[in-house]
């Protein structure tokens, strides 16, 4: 029976265990390994250079900005998503027993279930400077007397611009596992608390803050994770431009390999982005084991 | 009592205010979108005097997914032939990934659940370490390796990489879906003598609907919206996706937003279907996993 078991076991993950090994660990451990090899192309061979090309990446210029931008990005990102999303699941929460929650939850949820490119088109259309909403509202309202350059000018504005597509993007996922959260809060907690006359801001802070907790750290530990994803939003509204102020590591990494067609240092930068990966994987199993 | 009730009445109208302008944030860009696609062209220099467009029309929606002109304007044949082409590549790709992921992801999240095998804890992990990956790290190497296998510019690469990235997610929804279903009725199955295959089909697959439906949602989603490999592994229409198309239309045809915009909403119509029918099922997928690992 137990042998049986294991049998059969095996044979349903097998599929899996295929695809799995040769679709991503195969070419992970490919990528990896690369990094240790330098290209010649005199006898169009690979040879092993050890750490050699990641001492001469991380300590260039261009991968320190770049992991400037992606730690800025990170922290921002997070900040805003964070706070957008709790300020929705609050609101959502509040709405939670009338008809209509479903039409205001499915408006709000929205901009994380279409492609983050075409995220990415429609905030260059708002951006444009001379006809996109953006310019023209402020404008009409007098807040502005001239054109902003929202992805161009001045290169510090642009990465915001980026951010805030992101943002906008993906605060909605941040939205729901608080919601969720919420809701598992019993409701007897803050009746107690309003009998022993806490105010509101008192029930926030010592009743939702903490029941949130979990929810909260499984939600920045993912957005920390998925930044590193970003693309997208930045290829088709910046390319990583201006200079190279909206470049990521992984839009460094896209370039180096794609772009530039040098593997070896492309493959450095990934290896990278892998071991951050591996981090915060690990740190959401601890988490999950805790519990 | 009657300062309580002013301060409800605050209460509700803070909570208006809010929804609107949340309302307003999320659905602005798309709004924006929408009318600029219905817009008559060279109407967009004028926009800074009127919102919304005196005479609208369809004619871009129409000629984009049935690959056709509209005639005396320079939207062409040539134009919108491509975007009708990546759209059906796109749904061929999305719906072939759904499929398979599910049939795969159903057996083996089973056996997740319910079986006892070597290696169980650690293959688990390395499915949650492939959920949070990101698709860069595998293209240099998939690159070269498609390439080596003439599986560069097609639709199955395409497929087969989807199914390998995302298939971890199906699993993880699927099972955290069945962590619901109680243990008895896997013990008195296996009691009356029921194999695992019959299990899966007859027990399991109608208990746990909503958990499949979420994880075809959520499957769909992924390849439907991908877009960096898609942009790295395909170079002819026989395989571009949809959103491959826009981005190049964007550099191409710099000036003709009217018709980004259309691509734009068109590529939004399956997230709006989700959203408006099985918004339920998707949010279901969309915490399912994160919650309960």
Redesign the interface.
């Given at each position: 029976m137990?042998l049986k078991?294991?049998y059969?076991?095996?044979?349903?993950?097998l599929?899996?265990?295929v695809?799995?090994s040769?679709?991503?660990?195969?070419?992970?451990i490919?990528?990896i390994a690369?990094s240790f090899f330098k290209y010649l192309p005199s006898s169009q061979s690979y040879s092993f250079i050890g750490l050699e090309n990641y001492l001469t990446l991380l300590f260039s210029q261009k991968f320190l900005f770049s992991l400037g931008v992606s730690i800025y990005f990170l922290i921002i990102g997070l900040i805003f998503s964070f706070l957008i999303g709790l300020?929705?699941a609050l609101?959502l929460n509040?709405?939670s027993n009338k008809k209509f929650i479903?039409i205001?939850?499915?408006?709000?949820?929205?901009?994380w279930?279409?492609?983050?490119?075409?995220?990415g088109?429609?905030?260059?259309?708002?951006f444009?400077p001379?006809?996109g909403?953006l310019n023209?509202s402020l404008?009409?309202i007098g807040l502005i007397s001239s054109n902003i350059y929202w992805l161009t000018f001045p290169p510090f504005l642009a990465l915001n611009s980026v951010i805030f597509v992101d943002v906008?993007k993906n605060a909605?996922?941040i939205m729901?596992?608080l919601l969720?959260g919420l809701q598992s809060i019993p409701e007897y907690l803050y009746d107690a608390a309003k009998v022993d006359g806490a105010n509101a801001i008192q029930r926030f802070i010592y009743i939702t803050l903490p029941g949130l907790k979990p929810?909260i750290i499984?939600?920045l530990l993912?957005r920390g994770?998925?930044v590193?994803?970003t693309?997208?939003i930045i290829?088709?509204l910046t390319r990583g431009g201006p200079g190279e102020y909206t470049k990521t590591l992984?839009y460094l990494?896209?370039e180096e390999?794609?772009q530039y067609f040098k593997?070896t240092e492309?493959?450095v930068i990934?290896t990278i982005?892998?071991l951050l990966?591996?981090l915060?994987?690990l740190l959401?199993?601890k988490f999950?084991g805790r519990r | 009592m009657f300062q309580q009730k002013s301060m409800e009445k605050k209460k509700v109208l803070l909570?208006w205010a809010?929804?609107v302008l949340?309302?307003f944030?999320?659905?602005?860009?798309?709004v924006?979108?929408f009318i600029?696609s219905i817009t008559p062209e060279r109407y967009?220099?004028t926009?800074?005097e009127e919102?919304f467009p005196s005479n609208i029309s369809l004619s871009r929606y129409i000629a984009i997914l049935t690959g056709t002109e509209i005639k005396g304007t320079y939207v062409t044949r040539s134009m919108t032939e491509p975007f009708l082409k990546a759209l059906i590549n796109s749904i061929v790709i999305s719906l072939s990934v759904t499929f398979l992921s599910i049939m795969?992801?159903l057996?083996?999240s089973?056996?997740?659940k319910w079986?006892?095998?070597?290696c169980k804890r650690i293959?688990f992990?390395?499915?949650?370490?492939?959920i949070?990956?990101?698709?860069?790290?595998?293209?240099?190497?998939?690159?070269?390796?498609y390439k080596q296998l003439n599986l560069l510019d097609t639709k199955l690469g395409l497929i087969?990489?989807y199914?390998?990235?995302g298939?971890?997610y199906t699993?993880w929804i699927l099972k955290s879906y069945f962590d619901t279903i109680p243990k008895d009725i896997f013990e008195s199955a296996l009691m009356d003598g029921c194999t695992?295959t019959s299990m899966i089909y007859k027990i399991f697959i109608p208990l746990s609907a909503p958990g499949i439906v979420a994880g075809a949602i959520m499957s769909f989603?992924l390849s439907?919206?991908?877009?960096?490999s898609a942009?790295?592994l395909t170079n002819t229409l026989s395989s571009k996706t949809f959103?491959v198309v826009?981005?190049e239309f964007?550099g191409e045809y710099s000036i003709d937003?009217n018709t980004?915009?259309t691509?734009?909403i068109i590529?939004?119509i399956p997230?709006?279907l989700?959203?408006?029918f099985l918004?339920k099922y998707?949010?279901k997928g969309?915490?399912s996993g994160?919650?309960k690992?």
């Open positions: 137990i078991e294991k059969q076991a095996f044979l349903f993950v599929p899996v265990i695809l799995i040769s679709l991503f660990f195969f070419p992970l490919n990528t690369l300020g929705m609101l509040e709405l479903i205001i939850r499915g408006a709000l949820i929205f901009p279930v279409i492609a983050p490119l075409v995220a088109l429609m905030f260059l259309l708002i444009n001379s006809f909403i023209t404008l009409k906008w909605p996922w729901i596992l969720a929810m499984v939600a993912f994770i998925w590193l994803r693309f997208d290829y088709i992984t990494a896209y390999v794609f593997l492309g493959s990934i982005i892998v990966t591996l915060f994987a959401y199993l999950l | 909570i809010t929804t949340f309302l944030y999320s659905l602005v860009p798309v924006w979108a600029i967009l220099y926009y800074s919102w795969l992801g057996p083996s089973f056996a997740f079986l006892k095998f070597p293959l992990s390395l499915i949650i370490f492939i949070v990956s990101p698709i860069i790290l595998l293209l240099p190497s998939i690159f070269v390796i087969l990489l199914l390998g990235w298939l971890p699993i695992y989603l439907w919206n991908e877009f960096l942009l790295i959103p826009l981005a964007v937003y980004i915009a691509g734009a590529a939004c997230a709006l989700f959203t408006v918004q998707m949010i969309l915490t994160a919650i690992g």
